[in-house]
């Protein structure tokens, strides 16, 4: 249960990120921050996989990790804001 409540928390952390990378009229709350962080880390991930951008070890993965879940973030903001407008 702890890993759940710990993702989320780590969600709304690269949803802000994200949030402050791609500034909008969003008017979303922290919960919702939240869920796109999470979806969009997810998404990102699951991505890069596709493509084969995270087979192996890398040195530094938790900064690369940490780069593809706002990546993700980011993409999932903009397909929000595809359907918001």
Partial sequence: MFHLIWKFILGII???V???ILPG???????????????GSFGGHFLA????????????????????SVGGAILLL?????FHH
């Fill in 18 to 20: 994200a949030r402050f």
């Fill in 14 to 16: 690269v949803g802000l």
């Fill in 49 to 68: 996989q596709a493509i084969g951008l995270e087979s192996g070890e890398r040195p530094n993965g938790r900064i690369f990790s940490a780069l593809i």
């Fill in 25 to 39: 009229a969003e008017h979303m709350g922290l919960f919702l921050t939240g869920i796109v962080g999470v979806v």
């Fill in 78 to 82: 903009l397909i929000l804001r595809l």
